[in-house]
């Protein structure tokens, strides 16, 4: 099983960018595929949810309103796009995947069957 991420880069504030993260190895139906992020100094934080089954979708207050997840079946692919770049959002961004019927915090990386390599977005004042 392989989660693996992508589409992160430099940008200027203000600015956008569409990371990718792109599952394989099972299927991820009964699976929320999550984007967390991690500042460095910081805790990791989970910003976006996605459930593979229908769609459905949960942010984190910080980013309400300027980042979409959204998935493609056919391209098993679940992306990020993260527009009105800010200074704080800069980041080491993961994916990871829980199975819906676990038990447990999303606070904890226990809860987390599968996690992604990292992708970095910098963005600049």
């Known amino acids: 099983v392989q989660l693996q991420a992508s589409g992160g880069g430099l940008v200027q504030a203000g600015g956008s960018l569409s990371l990718s993260c792109t599952v394989s190895g099972r299927s991820f139906s009964s699976y929320h595929v999550d984007w967390f992020r991690q500042a460095p100094g910081k805790e990791r934080v989970l910003v976006a949810s996605i459930r593979w089954s229908d769609g459905s979708t949960d942010y984190a207050d910080s980013v309400k309103g300027r980042f979409t997840i959204s998935k493609d079946n056919a391209k098993n692919t679940v992306y990020l796009q993260v527009n009105s770049l800010k200074p704080e959002d800069a980041a080491v961004y993961y994916c990871?995947?829980?199975?819906?019927?676990?038990?447990?915090?999303?606070?904890?990386?226990?809860?987390?069957?599968?996690w992604g390599q990292g992708t970095l977005v910098t963005v600049s004042s």
């Open positions: 990871a995947a829980r199975n819906i019927y676990g038990l447990g915090s999303v606070r904890s990386s226990l809860r987390y069957d599968y």
